[in-house]
């Protein structure tokens, strides 16, 4: 990579043709087809990810009755100043009004989710999760390309469990964390972060919860380091924090733990011996938000996306007009192999073409000409210049297959 010559996201999003923002939805992202490939690809990674686990999918209203976030705590402690609020005229009574709320989390909603019917032990650990659209009123100067937005899509879970299974729910929340950040050969580091000076919650509470997370940590021979103080205002948390190409920290994936809101929703499931509990709620988040993540892997890259990544995957180049057949043959070939593939059919140079191709950061590019044709092979070549030579179909075909399964890069 070419650190004299780096671009930011919104740059790339735009040579890419993957995105951009527009003043007409300030600090809400437009997705263009080639973006919107890659959100579908993480969407269906995260899906793999939380079906193998346990989970199961919901899915929460966008617009409800403010009241919730003043039951949760929310409302008092990022003030309405930080949510998209709308008055409404009562229809019952025109004289009242009823305030609602864009939510800005998902988590007091997936509480009525809990609260829908009794729970019983039996259905603990009871893992919800929710790719939820969530709204957060930044201020104007704050709002930052895909980092900072006002409407974000958040790969977010709620875990109600018994006390008993804390264990063992956060330690598997942190192997999926591992095992996704590495898939993208990010460096990670965990950071314990701690009770706030503004908190709900008793401090026997606080003291419980931090010291669960502590032995997890330990447990796992795992070094965190120190946030002290940066905990939510309903319970601590673990954050992971990766490196990315440029040396850059960010903070992505969350684990909290929480003892106030099962209190401040009072849910209780039915233990064994017929007596009402309280569960405890861990939230977790792996990408943080789509967009904030997707921001960080365009530059990470610079738009070189790994081949599962990559919206096109395969650009295919005749070398002359009569070699368009051919092209059409090893087109369907690897569409059948549900790759993304197109032919490049511009009337220019296969140099130009192929120079247009790698300024595309597509992952490979075919060329057939006569003696691919002749020979039933295809010539490859890859974004960074190198040439793999002429191959059968079946060989490429193999290659490209078990990169796209291990997610690894073409270089
Ligand atoms: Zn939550």
Redesign the pocket.
Known sequence: MDKNNLKDHKQIGQELELFFTDEIAPGAPFWLPKGMVIFKELEKYIRQLTEKAGYLETSTPIMVKSEIFKESGHWEKFGEHNMYNLELSDEADDSKSISYTLKP????E?TIIYRFRPRSYRELPLRLSEIGRLHRREKSGEVNGLLRVRQLTMD???IYATEDQIFDEVSKILDMMIMFYKSFGFEYEFRLATRPETRAGSDENWDKAELALEKVLKEKGIKAGDKKGDG?FYGPKIDVHIKDSQERDWQLATV?L?FH?PEAFKLEYVDEKGSKRRPV?I???IFGSFERFIAILTEHFQGAFPTWLAPLQVQIIPIADRHQKYAQIVLEQLKNSKLRVEIDNRQETMQAKIRDAQTQKIPYMIIVGDREEKENKIAVRTRSSRDLGAMPIEEFLEKIKLEVEHKRNTE
Do not use: E
């Not at 989390?105 to 007091?108: A, K, L, R, S, V």
């Open positions: 989390m998902n988590c007091p997936s977010d879970a709620h939510a909290q929480d809101q709620m939230h977790r988040a």
